[in-house]
């Protein structure tokens, strides 16, 4: 089946900076989505993104499809920021099961 | 306002002894999806369904049972519970399977 690796695994941050984390897929994909899980344990859904380029507010990301990466960049990071994002695909021509990328634990210190 | 509900929130049972985690959502959504998240392991995909009375097996399926027979829900059950199904369990729920919402998860301990 399709794999789907997110790097790094951990990354700690000052409020105020910028990151960009990254999604790798082993195969072509017709659907991918970027979550946020927050320490509560919510899943939000941040974007719908299989290609092209999507922001909403501090966030934006980046799908290239032919090439197998995506990547969520996170701008002014403040404490709210914290949580597990992960990335999670779907195959094309095949099932429509959603697997999920291990995620990628990110802190904001204040 | 838009949601998915589960219920319970919190569940902790014996083994062998039958459950079931309902799910609802109020978007009119043909997808749904039962997911369980496990230390380590990431989120995996139990059950998904297409539409009404259209089920099919996700990544994990073994001890678990689905049904969907009206739109709005689709209910998990644990026939025979083992302490290797605790988990926290997520359900979701989207149109096409696009831009997924999750339910906020049920906590299940087995003992």
């Known amino acids: 089946g399709i794999q789907v690796e997110q790097s790094p695994p951990d990354l700690i941050l000052q409020e105020g900076a910028n990151s960009t984390l990254r999604c790798n897929f082993s195969d072509s994909v017709n659907n991918l989505q970027w979550f946020h899980q927050n320490p509560w344990g919510q899943l939000i859904n941040l974007f719908y993104i299989p290609s092209g380029t999507k922001q909403n507010g501090r966030l934006s990301a980046t799908t290239v499809a032919t090439e197998r990466y995506s990547l969520l960049y996170i701008s002014s990071s403040q404490t709210t920021d914290s949580g597990v994002y992960f990335c999670a695909v779907v195959t094309q021509g095949g099932s429509e099961k959603l697997v999920f990328g291990k995620g990628t634990k990110l802190t904001v210190n204040p | 306002e838009a949601q998915v509900t589960q219920n319970p929130r919190y569940l902790i049972t014996v083994t062998g002894k039958k459950l079931t985690v309902t799910c609802s959502q109020n978007?009119?959504?043909?997808?749904m999806s039962w997911y369980r998240q496990d230390p380590g392991l990431g989120l995996r995909q139990i059950y998904y369904s297409m539409n009404v009375e259209v089920t099919d097996k996700g990544d994990v399926p073994e001890g678990y049972k689905v049904s969907r027979k009206e739109k709005r829900n689709f209910p998990l059950i644990l026939e025979s519970p083992s302490p290797n199904q605790t988990s926290l369990y997520f359900c979701a729920s989207s149109f096409a399977g696009i831009k997924q919402y999750f339910g906020p998860g049920t906590r299940l301990t087995v003992l």
């Open positions: 978007m009119n959504h043909e997808y």
